[in-house]
C-alpha cells in the first residue's frame, strides 16, 4: 500500500503561481512512477504531468507545457508540481498519483495509487 497526500492548493489570480507538493508513504519512493492529474467540475480526468522513479523521463499535457514543472525529490519521498503563469481554465482538483510498475505515464489507468486531491482555483 502506498499512501499519497497532496498539499499546496489554493486560491490565486490569473498569472499567478503555485506548488503542489505529493508526500509519499507505504513504499520505496525511489521505485515509484509519480503523476499529477487533474479534475474539473463535469470533465474527465485528466493527466497533467508525470516523471520516472529517476526523474530521467518526464511526460506534460500540451496544455501545461512551458507552464507547469513537475519534480521529484526522492531522498524525501516528496513530488511536486510548480504552476506557473496560472489560466482560470486550471482550476480543478489536482491529484498526486504513484505507479508501481507502469511504463506508461499519460492515462489514469497507468496508476496504482491516488491522492485525496487538492483544490486549484484561479480566478480571472
Known amino acids: 500500500q502506498v499512501q499519497l497526500v497532496e498539499s499546496g492548493g489554493g486560491l490565486v489570480q490569473a498569472g499567478g503561481s503555485l506548488r503542489l507538493s505529493c508526500a509519499a508513504s507505504?513504499?520505496?519512493?525511489?521505485?515509484?512512477?509519480m503523476g499529477w492529474f487533474r479534475q474539473a467540475p463535469g470533465k474527465e480526468r485528466e493527466f497533467v504531468a508525470g516523471?520516472?522513479?529517476?526523474?530521467?523521463?518526464?511526460y506534460y499535457a500540451d496544455s501545461v507545457k512551458g507552464r507547469f514543472t513537475i519534480s521529484r525529490d526522492n531522498a524525501k519521498n516528496m513530488a511536486y508540481l510548480q504552476m506557473n503563469s496560472l489560466k482560470p481554465e486550471d482550476t480543478a482538483v489536482y491529484y498526486c498519483?504513484?505507479?508501481?510498475?507502469?511504463?506508461?505515464?499519460?492515462?489514469?489507468?497507468?496508476?496504482?495509487?491516488w491522492g485525496q486531491g487538492t483544490q486549484v482555483t484561479v480566478s480571472s
Open positions: 507505504g513504499r520505496l519512493f525511489s521505485s515509484l512512477t
Open positions: 516523471i520516472s522513479w529517476s526523474g530521467g523521463t518526464i
Open positions: 498519483a504513484a505507479s508501481l510498475g507502469g511504463s506508461h505515464y499519460t492515462t489514469a489507468i497507468e496508476y496504482d495509487y
